[in-house]
């Protein structure tokens, strides 16, 4: 038989078993019939990529994820796809849309109490990413077909290295060659403005706990949702940043910092009986004090003099992502 040279990842036979046409396949069909239908495997194979991996995070194994995308303009199913190397893990028979992303994690509540769950977790694998780099394989179980085989390396970026940041892909849509090079990736994070990457930046500490938003490491009586919201240092027992209240003239303030950059939402309110409270400009007038391009420094003041009340009561409502 003569066969002439072929193309990287694409085979050459008879069009339909038994008969003379010869033409490329998109897939090879090795034990089967060469007209099986191969249109599901194929769109795979096209749109289904890793474009994300944060194998060394800061606060330990527990906090590993990969994030997939589809690439592709047409739903997908992931039933039937698995990691063979690096990590452990038969996806589940899901629908993966177009452009839409999930992620795999080695711990569930661990990955949502730091990350969030703005991404929905699709499962949970075997195993953990190597600290020092090494090879993922990522295929059609039953095929063997390769969606993508890569070898990643610590020496790409150092900051990937547990230094806060993942390796995110260079362009979903490159050449797969390029999941093995340094030139396909780039080092992502953190994002001080978001509290998962304030606290892998900002939380001295290689205890997992340590990082939830409810934690207090120091012990200073503030959790760490505030300290990242009120932007206040973590590791030190200080309880200096926290908001002053006064009474000028006769209206109560209170004079906060907050972190500029950051996704948190910080709330003045005003109450008269604890139970009923109440915001906004016809109850509470704000004041900037100070901005130094971080922090910003404000007065919040209560419209309702003090002398004509009988009790009145002012506070911060804080809504940390």
């Avoid at 090879?28 to 795979?44: Q, V």
Wanted: hydrophobic share 40%; proline share 4%.
């Amino acid at each position: 038989m003569h066969y002439i040279c072929q193309d990287d990842d694409i085979a050459f036979g008879l069009e339909t078993d038994g008969g003379t046409a010869q033409v490329d396949f998109d897939l090879p069909t090795p034990g089967f019939s060469n007209t099986t239908d191969l249109t599901a495997e194929i769109d795979i194979l096209q749109s289904l990529r890793i474009t994300e991996l944060m194998y060394h995070p800061v606060a330990g194994s527990d906090f590993e994820y990969l994030r997939l995308r589809n690439i592709g303009t047409a739903t997908i199913n992931l039933g039937g796809v698995r990691f063979a190397n690096g990590i452990t893990l038969d996806l589940p028979a899901a629908d993966l849309d177009p452009a839409t992303e999930t992620v795999i994690v080695r711990s569930p509540s661990d990955y949502q109490g730091l990350y969030g769950s703005a991404i929905s977790v699709l499962g949970t694998y075997s195993g953990k990413l190597d600290n020092g780099g090494e090879r993922v394989r990522l295929e059609i179980a039953e095929r063997g077909y390769g969606i993508l085989d890569f070898e990643y390396k610590d020496g790409w970026y150092p900051i990937t290295d547990g230094g806060g940041a993942s390796l995110v892909v260079a362009d979903s849509s490159q050449a797969r060659g390029l999941w093995s090079e340094k030139e396909g990736w780039m080092a992502f994070g953190p994002d001080l403005g978001t509290y998962a990457g304030w606290a892998v930046a900002s939380i001295a500490s290689s205890d997992a706990d340590a990082f939830s938003h409810f934690a207090d490491a120091e012990r200073d009586g503030i959790i760490n949702a505030l300290e990242f919201a009120l932007n206040l240092n973590p590791n030190v027992t200080d309880v200096s940043g926290l908001p002053v209240g006064a009474v000028e003239g006769d209206f109560m303030t209170l004079t906060y910092t907050k972190r500029k950059d950051s996704d948190a939402v910080v709330t003045p309110e005003v109450s008269g009986n604890l139970e009923n409270w109440a915001s906004g400009s016809g109850n509470v007038v704000q004041t900037l004090l100070s901005d130094d391009g971080v922090t910003e420094t404000w007065k919040a003041r209560d419209l309702t003099p003090v002398s004509t009340a009988n009790m009145r009561y002012m506070r911060l409502h804080v809504v940390v992502p």
